[in-house]
């Protein structure tokens, strides 16, 4: 074969293949996004995956129950959503936000700005520092653009903000569910749907309609990782050993116990009462991470 024509046989070959590699590398480009509309994607999916575990069902059995209404009065989807990006966004929850005091706005801007930040999140360090309504804001803003209605911001003091997600159960009276992103001004033990403030004094609950970032935000990969990874360790545990949990991370992040400290007494604790596997696993989970972090 001359050489003229094996360079066009090759020049052939070349561009029947260029489209597959274009393609691919196109696929390659696009493969793992992780702007927000891909977390809110995420969030939804892991909601519903989540909606038949022991501590989600158990946690919906017992919030039916304290309002006295009929399990089926409610979208038990709008409720995963609500209660899984609360244990998530809360001080200490399982995105490892924490709270302090920052003098910033109430809204969720901020909070976006840090993550932005973080190449290499850590199971023993914040993704982000935020104060009460920075961190309520956060929750507002993802439980509204995961598709729950009716969430917004509420004052029980001039000086502290909470949020508010108000259901409308059928055949029942409207319930406004109090969302305490942080301890402040309560106990260890008070949790979603805690009845130390009262809603009601608000006259109004403005849904939370802000567009504290765009769709097209880009989260780093690693960040957007840990935040899907989280939501599979520790969304179908019950709310008492994610309040354990909490408090105990809390305790690391304030440097009150060391991580090894802190993973012992999450075993310790798994061990000596009486937990599901969902619970078990999540103490686990939690003591594996401050150890190998």
């Known amino acids: 074969m001359n050489r003229g ?5 090759k020049w052939l070959a070349l561009l029947i293949c260029l489209p597959t590699a274009v393609t691919a590398q196109n696929a390659d480009a696009h493969a793992s996004p992780t702007h927000l509309t891909e977390l809110l994607l995420q969030i939804r999916a892991k909601a519903t995956t989540l909606e038949s575990s022991s501590g989600m069902q158990s946690a919906y059995k017992a919030f039916t129950t304290e309002h006295k209404i009929a399990p089926d009065s409610l979208h038990y989807s709008d409720f995963v959503i609500v209660r899984l990006l609360f244990e998530a966004t809360r001080d200490a929850g399982f995105w490892n936000m924490h709270w302090n005091i920052t003098d910033k706005p ?8 840090q993550w932005k930040g973080i190449a290499r999140p850590s199971y023993t360090e914040k993704t982000a520092i935020a104060e009460c309504d920075e961190l309520s804001a956060l929750f507002a803003f993802l439980a509204v653009r995961s598709g729950v209605k009716s969430v917004g911001l509420f004052w029980p003091y001039p000086n502290h903000t909470v949020a508010v997600w108000t259901a409308h159960p059928q055949g029942s009276q409207v319930i406004r569910v109090v969302i305490p992103t942080s301890q402040i ?5 008070d949790t979603f749907d805690t ?8 006259k109004t609950i403005y849904d939370y309609t802000r567009q ?11 960040l957007f990782d840990f935040f899907l990874t989280q939501m599979d360790k520790y ?8 309040q354990q949990i909490r408090n105990l991370r809390d305790a690391v992040f304030q440097r009150m116990l060391t991580p090894e400290a802190a993973a012992r007494e999450a075993l310790r604790r798994s061990a000596a009462y009486s937990f599901s596997a969902e ?5 686990q989970h939690f003591a594996d991470d401050l150890r190998f972090h």
């Open 5 to 9: 024509r094996l360079r066009a046989l």
């Open 106 to 113: 109430p809204n969720s801007d901020e909070v976006w700005r």
């Open 185 to 189: 001004f309560l106990s260890e033990t």
């Open 195 to 202: 009845h130390k403030f009262d809603p009601w004094r608000q």
């Open 212 to 222: 504290d970032v765009v769709d097209s935000f880009e989260i780093p990969t690693p």
């Open 235 to 242: 969304g179908g545990a019950s709310s008492e050993t994610l």
């Open 279 to 283: 619970d078990r696993a999540a103490f």
